[in-house]
């Protein structure tokens, strides 16, 4: 990102130089009078006072620290360099001179770097900070050696460049050298005129040096570039990297609503999640899950008539269309397309919103198209099945599969708002219902054992679909996958740690071993039990809770076991291995798995034994339900 050091001000050019012109004219004019006026009770003053401070050494650290607090301190340092030279010789007085400016130059970089810029500003004023920040940062080094002998200027310059990041180094050589300069000059000047003529001690400190100064900087004004480069410039020929580091924060909120007859007129959800951007109509388009719609044959007249009944807030932009559901849609780029050309064909924009129904699968590749149109355009997702409400659709993750690899090409984009209407679950086939209880039972076991406890009592409840049951269950369970995501501190996965796919890195093998005849939840399933067996195997998880989590599952009519698990591949290992390799490509190299401390602790480890896990697997073999 690039630093703007411009500043355009309102003086005309013209008018700028003549009062720069009158105001180094007054400076002068104030300086020398008082030598071509009072010459002599001037020298006797000046000789006064070095004779009341005998002590040579006194007399030096007093030149050097009033050198040194001259950026803060209205200092006449010209003339104080000068005097040096006068009073304890050129040798001394170049070298005590040469200190202080110095170390006055560090301390302005100082300030100037830290945040006493606030308090430069406030004396400065913003107008003139920026306008030397800008000869700093534009001229590059010479600037800041021939700025050391002009007044004002010589003290910004330091402020300057602090202010500008100029590089420390670069910035002790040159001022240093230029103060060495400075100060032998002064000196020179001092310890001869002021035993001859004060007037011309005055002209040169006051007048001379910096008039020399400021036509060299006039001068070098077109070649600094070339010597001393600018910009990236400058850092290629001092084979330096400039960086400029850009930082800010988006906050991120949506609502998650839990409702039923989502698309009665008289329920008032959807329309407030549209139009709550202050549209005075917004635009919008509906894709539905196939499977939802044959389910609900009504489905599609009831998401219209809604949008006519509040017709005055809301848009429908053409009839709802239909979109394949499952691995049909995940699959590839084979649909996502065509939704492109539906938002092509319907003029959507970013101010419009895509509204999916559906499960998980549904929500995830219309997601990614949403995210991937115009750069983002604002989703609503509407979860139509258990997976999909209680886990899935409440989170930030949108993604289709690739190349057979499951979500390689996705997005982390928030939803513009979740809609979960209980009355969708009443289509859906029994085996398809009860799969999406297995992401409560994981998000119980590593998160929340009285969920887990309730989970047990209600586990026959659950099994026969009774509402109320159902109905906690779902809205306790994304709760938990919320509050991971809202106060996990990783809600974009940017580090290895993913406790929300505790149970996942063979479930995710076993579907695609099975060409997805395991649906995911059931996968799931299995794995929570293989990966609490094997926690209770390495010693991590006490004995005995294993049997407690499979025997829930059980109960609630989850598979922990399927054959696929022992599929072999031509090395002669069971291909669910391959799971964790697979796994740890996905988390970008290192892998980190999700197991069980005890029930509601999950706890990372970054490696898992063969063996073992084969033992897991003869475990669920072994207590598989006898034909």
Request: aromatic fraction near 8%; hydrophobic fraction near 50%; charge should be neutral.
């Amino acid at each position: 990102m690039e630093k703007n050091l411009n500043y355009s001000g309102s003086v005309s050019p013209r008018s700028l130089l003549f009062k720069r012109a009158l105001l180094f004219v007054l400076l002068i004019t104030v300086i020398l009078l008082p030598f071509v006026l009072l010459e002599e009770q001037i020298k006797v003053l000046v000789n006064s006072a070095i004779e009341a401070i005998p002590n040579g050494p006194v007399l030096a650290a007093l030149i050097g620290g009033a050198l040194t607090l001259d950026v803060i301190l209205p200092v006449p340092s010209s003339l104080v360099n000068a005097m040096a030279g006068a009073t304890v010789g050129f040798v001394v007085g170049t070298l005590v001179c040469w200190i202080g400016m110095t170390f006055s130059c560090l301390f302005g970089y100082w300030i100037g770097a830290t945040g006493g810029t606030a308090l430069i500003r406030r004396l400065m004023g913003e107008a003139e900070l920026v306008r030397v920040e800008n000869i700093a940062v534009r001229m590059g080094g010479s600037a800041l050696v021939l700025m050391r002998a002009a007044p004002v200027l010589a003290e910004a310059s330091t402020l300057a460049a602090g202010a500008a990041r100029y590089p420390l180094g670069g910035f002790i050589l040159l001022t240093s050298l230029a103060n060495l300069g400075i100060a032998a000059a002064y000196a020179g000047i001092g310890a001869y005129a002021w035993s001859t003529n004060s007037f011309l001690l005055a002209f040169a400190g006051a007048v001379g040096i910096p008039a020399l100064a400021y036509a060299g900087m006039r001068a070098t004004s077109r070649w600094t570039g070339i010597f001393f480069g600018t910009g990236t410039a400058r850092a290629k020929l001092e084979n330096r990297t400039e960086t400029q580091t850009c930082e800010f924060a988006v906050p991120y909120s949506y609502p998650v609503v839990f409702t039923r007859g989502l698309f009665d007129p008289a329920n008032l959800d959807l329309a407030d999640a549209l139009a709550g951007h202050g549209a005075d109509r917004v635009k919008c388009v509906v894709l539905i899950d196939d499977s939802v719609a044959r389910a609900d044959s009504g489905l599609e007249k009831r998401v219209s008539a809604y949008f006519a009944a509040h017709s005055d807030r809301i848009a429908l932009l053409e009839a709802p269309q239909h979109v394949p559901g499952g691995e049909a849609i995940k699959g590839g780029f084979t649909v996502v397309p065509d939704i492109y050309r539906m938002f092509l064909r319907n003029g959507v924009d970013r101010h419009a919103y895509v509204i999916a129904l559906g499960g998980g699968a549904v929500l995830d590749a219309v997601g990614f198209a949403a995210a991937t149109a115009h750069r983002g355009l604002r989703h609503i997702r509407v979860p139509t099945t258990v997976l999909s409400q209680n886990d899935s659709g409440v989170g930030v993750k949108n993604a289709v599969n690739f190349e057979g690899i499951k979500n390689y090409v996705g997005t982390f984009a928030p939803p513009h708002a979740v809609l979960n209407d209980f009355d969708f679950l009443n289509t859906l086939p029994r085996r398809e219902r009860i799969a999406g209880i297995s992401e409560a039972v994981k998000v119980a076991l590593i998160r929340d054992a009285a969920f887990f406890d309730w989970l047990e009592v209600t586990a026959d409840a659950l099994a026969r679909f009774e509402p109320e049951a159902e109905e906690y269950m779902i809205r306790r369970s994304a709760e938990l996958h919320i509050r991971q995501i809202t106060k996990g501190g990783d809600p974009f996965e940017t580090g290895s740690a993913r406790p929300l796919d505790f149970g996942h890195w063979s479930a995710h093998k076993l579907e695609a071993i099975t060409n997805h005849e395991v649906r995911h939840g059931e996968a799931v399933a299995i794995g929570i039990a293989l990966d609490a067996r094997y926690s209770v195997l390495i010693g991590l998880l006490p004995k005995g809770v294993d049997d407690r989590i499979a025997a829930l599952l059980d109960r609630i009519g989850l598979p922990t076991w399927h054959p696929a698990l022992e599929e072999q591949g031509d090395n002669g290992a069971p291909l669910v291995l391959q799971g964790l390799r697979e796994f740890q490509e996905h988390l970008g190299g290192a892998l980190n798995v999700t197991l069980l401390k005890d029930i509601g602790v999950g706890i990372e480890v970054h490696e898992m034994e063969e063996a073992r896990v084969l033992a897991a697997i003869a475990w669920l073999k072994d207590r598989r339900p006898r034909a």
